[in-house]
């Protein structure tokens, strides 16, 4: 009903004096949204474009405070202040976009052209907040848990889907029937730009030492994490040549207490495990913790299949030459 207000224009969104681009999905479960808004603000940042992320950075302690998370240079905020998505994305983007933490998303943009001196900003799950206008609309679609059955529930009918410019398919690698699945989204949406992705494993990271290593396949491993899709996690894994001999799941979010990581630790010996393995959301949480045993973090990009059409996509939105 609220979509539907906005559309008749009874309700009105707010403009920046700057270009918006956002990033969202249907589902309350992960898409590999996250990974999608670093690619957005990096391919814009190489554009000579001063980007900010926006973000509501749920589940953190105080949800009403605006908190800089990072100025585009260094990082201002600890997990507890930010979110975990929030500092991740930071961490990431360091020197290349600012990201901000704050429910207003129209606030922390004014107050980002005024003291960043901010041109294009990125929505991080943005799809919903009608409240501020966008001048691109970009959709994820996990394909391997399209309407979340497995991991979620729909935030809004798949109709919404009418609202999007680019609808992104991730993880098409781990899917079963792409082709039926394009069929259901064309049937709502045919003018939207449809793209396919996956996700690929840029390596492991020794949590602690930051050291990187391209495999850990053949060590008995035990994995954990606290995302929205964990099923996920576990296939990247495996397509990587890690089996889990061990698996723990948390809610999406959890913010993990020492208790947590000893518990996930004695499973892990239990089961014959030599090392742990978890996501780098799940790592910026872990840094002030005690992990008595060697902990790897698997870190992920995004491949785009026709890269090219999103690239032009994004520098039509920006009002950027699409030959730089």
């Not at 957005?40 to 302690?61: D, F, H, N, P, Q």
């Not at 409240?131 to 109709?159: H, Y």
């Not at 009418?162 to 690698?173: F, H, S, W």
């Amino acid at each position: 009903m609220r979509a539907a207000l906005y559309h008749r224009g009874w309700l009105k969104s707010s403009k920046l004096n700057a270009r918006v681009i956002s990033v969202g999905n249907l589902t309350a479960g992960g898409t590999g949204k996250t990974p999608l808004v670093e690619y957005v603000a990096r391919t814009v940042a190489a554009t000579g474009k001063r980007v900010c992320i926006l973000t509501r950075g749920y589940g953190r302690e105080q949800p009403g405070r605006q908190i800089v998370v990072s100025d585009g240079a260094e990082i201002l905020a600890t997990e507890k202040e930010a979110g975990d998505e929030p500092l991740l994305l930071a961490q990431k983007l360091k020197g290349h976009a600012a990201v901000i933490s704050d429910a207003d998303r129209l606030a922390a943009g004014q107050w980002a052209i005024a003291n960043l001196k901010s041109e294009v900003f990125v929505l991080d799950d943005g799809f919903q907040h009608l409240q501020l206008a966008r001048d691109l609309n970009l959709v994820t679609v996990d394909a391997s848990d399209p309407w979340g059955g497995g991991s979620g529930l729909l935030r809004e009918p798949i109709q919404g889907l009418q609202r999007a410019d680019c609808i992104v398919l991730t993880r098409t690698d781990q899917a079963g029937d792409v082709e039926t699945l394009t069929r259901e989204i064309k049937a709502v949406n045919a003018g939207a730009l449809l793209l396919g992705s996956r996700m690929r494993t840029a390596g492991f990271v020794r949590l602690g030492t930051g050291e990187m290593t391209k495999e850990i396949a053949g060590a008995a491993a035990a994995a954990f994490s606290a995302i929205g899709n964990h099923d996920s996690f576990v296939r990247q894994l495996k397509a990587e040549g890690v089996e889990a001999v061990s698996v723990v799941r948390f809610r999406d979010h959890h913010r993990y207490a020492q208790s947590d990581i000893d518990e996930v630790v004695s499973k892990a010996e239990r089961a014959g495990a030599k090392c742990l393995v978890t996501t780098a959301k799940d790592a910026v949480k872990l840094t002030s913790l005690a992990v008595s045993m060697p902990c790897y973090v698997l870190d992920i990009e995004i491949e785009i299949a026709q890269e090219d059409r999103l690239v032009k996509l994004l520098h039509a939105a920006i009002e950027v030459d699409s030959t730089l």
